[in-house]
Structures are given as C-alpha cells and as structure tokens.
Nanobody, 115 residues
Framework: QVQFEESGGGLVPPGGTLTLSCKGS????????MMWYRQSPGKNREWVGE???????RYSDSVNGRFTIFRDIDKSTMYLQMVNLTADDTAVYYC?????????WGQGTQVTVSS
C-alpha cells in the first residue's frame, strides 16, 4: 500500500528556516516524480515544486530561490528546505507522488510563519 507521511511543520518567525520531511512507503522510492503542494485558508491548493526520478527539481516562482527539494533514497524520504519564510508561506504543506499512474497524497503538515 502506497503511503506518504509528512512531518516537520510548526511555528517559525518571519525570516526563519524550516525543513519538512515526506516519508514514502509501499513503492520503489526514487522511481517516480514527487511533489510538494501547499494550501492556505480560503485558497486553492498550490504546487510548490517537484523532484523527478532522475533528481531534477523545479519550483514555483513564489518559492524559487528560497525553497529546496532534495531526497534520501535510502531513507525513502523527500525533504523541503524553506528559508527566508514570510507570512505568505503559512499553509498546510502536502507531498504527493504519482505512482503507477495514480496520485497519492500525505495528510499534510501545518507551517505557520508568525512573530
């Protein structure tokens, strides 16, 4: 059974740094593209970035240069390192994997940027 579990969310001050984790199970980690999304109250879920099976990364314009996606295949875990956070980054962050033509989502982890 394919599953994803996010962790690492919390309260961080503006300008702060936070790293989220997404642990996958039930599939060959690293064989499939994986993505980070986020959703703020009253807004649609927004694509943040992705890492391909070859390790290439892409980011949305709103986070490019501040967020970094990387992975540890041995630990079956993808990460989202976030720096210089602002209040606009406050959201529930989700990871998603496209495994064998099906979408699988984690349950999300809350990130709140506030002083």
């Amino acid at each position: 059974q394919v599953q994803f579990e996010e962790s690492g969310g919390g309260l961080v001050p503006p300008g702060g740094t936070l790293t989220l984790s997404c642990k996958g199970s039930g599939f060959k980690f690293g064989w499939y593209i994986m993505m980070w999304y986020r959703q703020s109250p009253g807004k649609n879920r927004e694509w943040v970035g992705e890492i391909t099976s070859l390790g290439g990364t892409r980011y949305s314009d709103s986070v490019n240069g501040r967020f970094t996606i990387f992975r540890d295949i041995d630990k079956s875990t993808m990460y989202l390192q976030m720096v210089n956070l602002t209040a606009d980054d406050t959201a529930v962050y989700y990871c998603k994997g496209d495994v064998d033509l099906r979408e699988y989502w984690g349950q999300g982890t809350q990130v709140t940027v506030s002083s």
